[in-house]
């Protein structure tokens, strides 16, 4: 048993209403349990109580023993004063406001299989905590829920890229720049890819636009992979030189190559492929920042990403070792990986901070359209019975299953409550 079980039970009205008496002796009638409060103070606020024959409208506080109170520090604060009801499990002292009157309590009863259900969930070892039961959802409420999860998913993405734009003195170009590249290194090398945008601020490779040669030396050189060798061949001595002279022109210290990850990965995810691609991207991209707030075409936005690496790419995954003949084209699954994190969540949080509904609009239009990202845990969500029919979809189950399902917070899922009624 929980505090935030009782809070559930009272929420939800699951219990015997016929049975509700203070352990005064005084008959409790629930007209309104109140809004939840999911920051400092009460429980619940505005709820209306009728106590015997008085109707009460105030602030709720519950908690697993009554003593509680006490040791949470309530006696002392201000901000409990005007609690109507205390709402306990089990009534182990009196409890007063801070101006000394005695407050009534409540010991809340529920039917016990709501408890065994909840207990159930809390205490399950498999991939998700209802895994067992799944089938017994309703599936269309959990499609309702999609909006909440996704508008969750958008505000941690909104937190984090303002947090970004601070650091970068409110510079959108130089924040979303950031923010592609990380997502460029996709999961495994996202960190490193980061630290490389962070270590080459774009207007450095803008200044060489003209010439993808110098853009690939800039990007390359500052990874730290054009120093992990002594020698190699004539086009991996080239981009060192290159790179040598750009670095003392801007005065430049690159990152240690040691960082970058190729142990199990695909030969074309390897970093130094991704790098290529990135600099393509750069040296033919200078308005995709601007194209993606003009632009409400989905299509004409992956034609920006319809990016090859450079000639020598063709023939290599890494430098110095020549491979079969591959032409090393983004692709289109790479493309929407891109687009969903960070072409979406940055038109969203812009069209937020700058009062533009129609770009928020869009960047759901966008998830509407793509096709749902294919990976372990959408293969499982699926296996299940659940219909992921594009991103929007993908991204609110990623959601669930991250923070929701793995932190078992069952008692705030439109699955695990079901389940818990019963």
């Not at 142990?263 to 130094?272: C, D, E, H, S, Y």
């Amino acid at each position: 048993m929980t505090e935030e079980f009782l809070q559930f039970v009272w929420e939800q009205r699951l219990f015997d209403a016929s049975q509700l008496v203070t352990v005064s002796g005084e008959k409790v009638r629930v007209a309104d349990p109140g809004v939840r409060n999911r920051d400092a103070g009460p429980d619940f606020f505005n709820a209306r109580v009728k106590l015997g024959k008085t109707l009460w409208a105030g602030n709720i506080e519950i908690h697993k023993n009554a003593s509680d109170w006490y040791r949470h520090g309530h006696h002392d604060d201000d901000a409990y004063g005007n609690i109507i009801l205390h709402v306990v499990q089990r009534n182990d002292r009196p409890v007063f406001r801070p101006g000394g009157e005695e407050i009534p309590t409540l010991e809340l009863p529920f039917p016990p299989r709501i408890l065994e259900n909840y207990r159930l969930l809390k205490e399950a070892t498999t991939w998700i905590p209802c895994q067992e039961r799944f089938h017994q959802a309703d599936r269309c409420k959990l499609k309702i829920g999609f909006n909440r999860l996704m508008i969750a998913r958008l505000q941690e993405k909104t937190n984090e890229i303002t947090g970004r734009l601070r650091q970068n003195n409110h510079d959108w170009n130089e924040t979303f720049y950031q923010l592609l590249a990380r997502n460029f290194g996709f999961r495994t090398n996202a960190l490193p890819f980061d630290m490389l945008a962070r270590a080459l601020p774009s207007s450095i490779p803008a200044k060489h636009r003209d010439s993808l040669f110098q853009t690939e030396a800039l990007f390359f050189g500052q990874s730290g992979l054009l120093h992990e060798e002594l020698l190699g061949d004539d086009y991996f001595l080239e981009l060192r030189k290159e790179y040598d002279f750009l670095a003392a022109k801007y005065h430049l210290r690159s990152m240690g190559g040691h960082l970058w990850k190729f142990l199990r990965l695909r030969p074309v995810n390897f970093p130094t492929v991704r790098i290529a691609q990135f600099a393509t991207l750069f040296y033919r991209s200078e308005g995709l920042f601007s194209a993606m707030l003009e632009q409400a075409d989905l299509r004409e936005i992956r034609k920006l990403f319809d990016i090859t690496a450079s000639p020598y790419w063709d023939s290599h995954y890494k430098f110095s070792h020549p491979s079969k003949k591959s032409v090393k084209h983004l692709g289109e699954e790479a493309t929407n990986i891109l687009i969903i994190n960070t072409l979406v969540p940055f038109l969203f949080v812009y069209g937020e901070l700058t009062r533009t509904d129609h770009l928020k609009d869009r960047a759901l239009e966008w998830l509407d359209q793509l096709p749902a990202e294919e990976n372990a845990v959408i293969s499982r969500w699926k296996a299940l019975g659940v219909e992921v029919e594009n991103a929007f979809d993908s991204q609110a189950l990623l959601q669930l299953k991250r923070h929701f399902c793995d932190r078992r917070l069952c008692l705030e899922c439109s699955v695990g409550t079901q389940l818990i009624i019963g």
